[in-house]
């Protein structure tokens, strides 16, 4: 009898083992989707934090120069009320995603990359005294943004960035 019994607690307690050492992977895997899920969530978030911002500086761009030229060239007064007033929308529309993009990036070149953008686009306002200017200053705006859409593309994607400069 005792011969029969030994086997069987073995292979009892053998198939107690095997169920909680399975239980562990299976709960370790899981854990890491969940990281995986959860990264994926920050990057997808910090992506159209980057994305709205640059998008937002582009069109306040877009807009100050509309009003600008507006301005030197004389145009009526109702024509630059109706610029002032699109591009008083077009400025309120950076703060949002100006916010996420701080709270969700600390790399300190993307944050001066994106404070220097914001303050070239809104630096047109004061541009408004010779078409010269105001085109030196939408340059400015114009090659501030695309060093903001680099450096967070680097922050971003590290290693396509990377592979992009072999």
């Known amino acids: 009898m005792l011969a029969v019994l030994v086997p069987a607690a073995l292979t009892g307690v053998a198939a107690?083992?095997?169920?909680?050492?399975?239980g562990r992977f299976h709960e370790r895997a899981a854990e890491r989707q969940i990281r995986v899920t959860h990264s994926e969530t920050i990057r997808r978030d910090r992506l159209e934090a980057v994305?709205?911002?640059?998008?937002?500086?582009?069109?306040?761009r877009t807009a100050m120069w509309k009003r600008g030229d507006a301005t030197l060239t004389g145009a009526g007064p109702e024509r630059i009320e109706a610029l002032r007033g699109e591009s008083h929308m077009t400025r309120s529309a950076i703060a949002r995603p100006q916010v996420a993009l701080r709270v969700l990036i600390e790399d300190q070149a993307v944050r001066t990359a994106a404070d220097r953008m914001v303050t070239l686009t809104y630096a047109m306002r004061e541009a408004y005294a010779t078409t010269e200017d105001l085109t030196a200053a939408r340059e400015a705006a114009k090659d501030a943004h695309d060093t903001f859409v680099n450096t967070a593309a680097h922050y971003l994607c590290p290693a396509t960035s990377q592979e992009s400069t072999r």
């Open 16 to 22: 107690l083992l095997g169920a909680i050492v399975s």
């Open 51 to 60: 994305t709205a911002l640059a998008c937002a500086a582009s069109d306040h």
